[in-house]
């Protein structure tokens, strides 16, 4: 599974937002400008965040955007939420899912692999707020010989 840049850039944005706002509203500009962030499609993140109540937005001079609430409070599976649409790896998982949808659902072996993984994915990004996502050290990445044989 794949998550799209909107969904980098809009974690990375509440990062930002919660190391160096310091409580006072901070522009798209300064965000992108921080982030490396084209300020444009921050633009359109920010308004998805702000809608889903995620972010509030201060008008005038000095405006800009805060989080809405305090970062132990925000989960990293609700953003993904709102900027992806969903956690499933496959249609075929979704919770509104019609069997119409697929006629083998009923007789499908490889969706059990598919219900693991979603269930797998929501554990872990909603068991992850944005504190966590601060307080973390920097990951390294996974080699092909720390994987699990």
């Known amino acids: ?26 522009s798209t500009r300064q965000i992108a400008e921080i982030e490396g962030i084209p300020e444009p499609f921050l633009d359109q993140i920010m308004v998805s965040l702000r809608k889903a109540g995620i972010v509030k937005s201060v008008r005038g001079v000095n405006g800009g955007f805060l989080l809405a609430q305090p970062p132990d409070r925000l989960y990293v599976g609700d953003v993904v939420r709102v900027l992806e649409g969903s956690l499933v790896p496959i249609g075929c998982v979704a919770e509104d899912v019609d069997t119409l949808w697929c006629d083998r659902i009923p007789t499908c072996h490889t969706r059990k692999v598919w219900v693991k993984l979603s269930e797998g994915i929501a554990k872990a990004l909603d068991g992850l707020t944005l504190a966590e996502v601060l307080e973390s050290p920097e990951p390294q990445p996974l080699r092909a010989a720390d994987r699990p044989s």
Request: no cysteine; net charge positive; glycine share 12%.
């Open 1 to 26: 599974m794949r998550l799209s840049n909107r969904t980098e850039y809009g974690l990375r944005a509440l990062v930002t937002l919660a190391e160096r706002s310091g409580g006072r509203p901070m």
